[in-house]
């Protein structure tokens, strides 16, 4: 029986850069996963350039940009393995990036480059890979340390790290192993459901809005009531099913069945103020004067809705301008559902934290670790989550025993 001092299960992010480091540290580390290509999701994420961090992460205020029933979790890793870290290994590896916006880091070539700089690092580490290689099941033995079943044998180790990711993106290899060994061995979950993702809304009560599809303007999205309010400023696309681009993304992580979204979609313009003032100085179709302030496409669409807006601006009475302002500022609508795991960039919930350590991502289960997103931590669109994969990767693999020094407890 093949014997490592660590298993870590999946090759993600999370995987692989765990494996690299308690690879350097001297372990002798194996890394499977059942798909033979390694990091998908780095592979096609940022538009294809992965958008690896974001320099503007608090780590004294992790609950500013991630999402946990204990938010306040993921400060230990995230202050000890910070943005800068992660650039200087990108920049010792020669890799050419550039911040786009808001503090997002993207590869100047591709996605690519920052997997083989991962896949370096494990092979500086010694890691072996097995892939594909499917896990067949896990079990702790009578001296306290694990066999797996695996597709190319039974292996024997002190250590498993579970890095499997989450639900979505089935069609890249996604599954819920990680959930189900964490339920093998008693820990909690919390509930998964897609996060990061489009919002859909019924067909008829869309129908009006399906002409827009395509569409993409800035905005202010909001949900939640006074107390649980959360609110961004980003760029909203409309599709034919209903809202997407980085708003609804960002505000889909909060959103709950049921729940009303709320925008101003022309967040920068004082529009009642706007169109009062035009009422006074233009005969121009009111469409025509609103298509200055709002997208053309927008101004149409919007004034379809009601005979009193398709008429000259100045005929128009001071009540309905004001119902058009009001109603783009402070437009309300309710989502009827997600598009789901499909198009999910991540999972919501996970591995219960409560039963995680913040210190060395340990589980109550002593050598069972669990890193990335299979953990109930997920943070904003923007390179985040990413962030998140190696701050925990690298305070497992840094808290792995080392078969040569006593077990930290």
Known sequence: MDSFDAVVIGAGAAGLFCAGVAGQRGLKVLLLDHSDKVAEKIRISGGGRANFTNRDIDVRQPHKHFVSQNPHFCRSALSRYTPADFVALVQRHGIGFHEKHKGQLFC????????????????????????????????????????????????KSPSVVIATGGLSIPKIGATDLGYRIAKQFGLRLVEQRPGLVPLTFDGEAWAPFVPLAGLSLPVQIETGDKKTRMAFIEDLLFTHRGLSGPAVLQISSYWTEGTPIRLNLAPEVDLSRALAAAKGRSRKLIANELAGLVPSRLSDAWTQQDPEWQRPICDASDKALARLAEGLARW???????EGYRKAEVTLGGVDTRDLSSQTLESRQAGLYFIGEVVD?????????????????????????????????
């Not at 890691?127 to 797996?148: I, K, N, T, Y």
């Not at 962030?387 to 078969?403: D, E, G, R, T």
Request: proline content about 7%.
């Open 332 to 338: 309300e609508v309710l989502p009827s559902g997600s």
């Open 108 to 155: 100047d070539r591709s996605a690519e480059d920052l997997i083989q700089m991962l896949v370096a690092e494990c092979e500086a580490g010694g890691v072996q890979r097995w892939q594909p290689c499917a896990l067949h099941g896990v079990r702790v033995m009578a001296d306290g340390s694990f066999e797996l079943d695996t597709g190319r044998g039974p292996v």
């Open 377 to 409: 931590v997920t943070g904003w669109l923007g390179g985040y989550n990413f962030q998140w994969a190696w701050a925990s990767a690298h305070a497992c693999a840094m808290a792995l025993p080392h078969p040569t020094s006593p077990r930290l407890d």
